[in-house]
C-alpha cells in the first residue's frame, strides 16, 4: 500500500510539475490537493498513522534504551530528552495533536 502511495503521489507531482496546461489546470489540481488534505476522513488516517508512528517510535526507543542503557553519550542523550519535551503537546504539521 505504502509504494501504491508513493506512486500515486509521485505521478501526481509529475504530473503538475509537467503539464502544459498552464496555471488553470495548476490551481484546480491545488485546490483538489487541499479538499482531499482536508477531508475528515483522510485527517483521521493521517491523525492515525501518526499515533501509530508515534507508538512504534516510543517502543523502538525503549528497546533500544533498555539495551544501550547508559552506554549513550550525555550529549546524545541530552538532545533526544529535549527533542522529545519539545515535541509534547503540540501539533504536526497536519495539525494532528501529538497524543
Do not use: C
Not at 84 to 90: A, D, Y
Request: glycine share 12%; aromatic share 6%; proline share 2%.
Amino acid at each position: 500500500m505504502r509504494y501504491k502511495l508513493t506512486f500515486v503521489v509521485g505521478l501526481a507531482i509529475g504530473y503538475v510539475l509537467g503539464t502544459r496546461a498552464g496555471r488553470e489546470r495548476y490551481e484546480q489540481l491545488m485546490r483538489s490537493a487541499r479538499q482531499i488534505s482536508q477531508n475528515p476522513a483522510v485527517r483521521n488516517a493521517a491523525e492515525s498513522a501518526a499515533h501509530n508512528g508515534r507508538e512504534a517510535a516510543g517502543r523502538a526507543f525503549h528497546a533500544v534504551s533498555d539495551k544501550v542503557g547508559d552506554r549513550v553519550p550525555e550529549s546524545v542523550a541530552g538532545r533526544v530528552r529535549a527533542l522529545r519535551e519539545r515535541g509534547s503537546g503540540s501539533e504536526d504539521e497536519w495539525g494532528t495533536s501529538n497524543t
